[in-house]
């Protein structure tokens, strides 16, 4: 029981940073407090809100090319000020997109079984009903076990695209490109997409939303 009320809570701290992290929007000035409020936010939330946010906010439909949830709203910025807005989604078609949000429900569904209902599902005072509850701990340890793995893979590739289009915000090619829309009043926009195959599995791409200015 305890590996299993241990795993879950690092999922939870994992599954919070992906979130409070996922995107930022605002003036240069801002991005920093904009930052902080965010993670203050998420913080409050509970598991279940915390996945219903993953899978409605943080994943994408692939199929035939489409985009789902991705959004891009400045229409009150100020043009003389550079105001950003960044987002990460995870893109999967449709098919994995079911799949995985139904295991996210039923891990839902296991760590209240976990926390609320152990001890009326099995009878701990006799040698049976505590096998029976060893069984179901190591079964619901491997299902805990499984979403940790997943969601770490999709955090790293989520730090890999910031480093990769961060990497390309300061080259001198962009800063160039930056320096003469900026000139001409043009507004940069995305999306860029950011493949990041070194952690995530073949069906599945990290894409970034970004950059307007």
Same mark, same amino acid.
């Given at each position: 029981?305890?590996?299993?009320?241990?795993?879950?809570?690092?999922?939870? !701290?994992?599954?919070? =940073?992906?979130?409070?992290?996922?995107? !930022?929007?605002?003036?240069?000035?801002?991005?920093?407090?904009?930052?902080?409020?965010?993670?203050?936010?998420?913080?409050?939330?509970?598991?279940?809100?915390?996945?219903?946010?993953?899978?409605?906010?943080?994943?994408?439909?692939?199929?035939? =090319?489409?985009?789902?949830?991705?959004?891009?709203?400045?229409?009150?910025?100020?043009?003389?000020?550079?105001?950003?807005?960044?987002?990460?989604?995870? &893109?999967?078609? +449709?098919?994995?997109?079911?799949?995985?949000? +139904?295991?996210?429900?039923?891990?839902?569904?296991?760590?209240? &079984?976990?926390?609320?209902?152990?001890?009326?599902?099995?009878?701990?005072?006799? &040698?049976?009903?505590?096998?029976?509850?060893?069984?179901?701990?190591?079964?619901?340890?491997?299902?805990? +076990?499984?979403?940790?793995?997943?969601?770490?893979?999709?955090?790293?590739?989520?730090?890999?695209?910031?480093?990769?289009?961060?990497?390309?915000?300061?080259?001198? +090619?962009?800063?160039?490109?930056?320096?003469?829309?900026?000139?001409?009043?043009?507004?940069?926009?995305?999306?860029?997409?950011?493949?990041?195959?070194?952690?995530?599995?073949?069906?599945?791409?990290?894409?970034?939303?970004? =950059?307007?200015?």
């Amino acid at each position: 029981m305890g590996r299993c009320i241990l795993r879950l809570q690092q999922y939870e !701290l994992l599954m919070k =940073g992906l979130i409070a992290n996922r995107e !930022l929007s605002g003036y240069a000035d801002e991005l920093e407090a904009n930052r902080v409020t965010r993670k203050k936010e998420v913080e409050t939330k509970m598991l279940g809100q915390l996945i219903g946010e993953l899978t409605s906010s943080c994943f994408s439909l692939s199929a035939n =090319g489409s985009q789902k949830n991705t959004k891009e709203d400045n229409s009150e910025a100020d043009p003389k000020q550079a105001h950003v807005q960044m987002s990460y989604q995870i &893109e999967m078609h +449709e098919k994995d997109y079911q799949g995985t949000t +139904e295991g996210l429900k039923q891990l839902v569904v296991l760590r209240n &079984e976990l926390v609320h209902h152990f001890l009326e599902r099995f009878k701990l005072r006799d &040698e049976s009903g505590c096998n029976e509850a060893n069984a179901y701990l190591d079964d619901a340890y491997q299902m805990i +076990e499984k979403h940790f793995r997943d969601l770490r893979s999709w955090m790293k590739a989520m730090e890999h695209a910031r480093k990769t289009m961060g990497e390309l915000l300061g080259t001198s +090619e962009f800063q160039s490109f930056f320096c003469m829309a900026s000139f001409l009043g043009r507004k940069l926009t995305g999306p860029t997409r950011l493949l990041s195959n070194t952690f995530l599995p073949p069906n599945m791409t990290i894409m970034k939303m970004a =950059g307007q200015a």
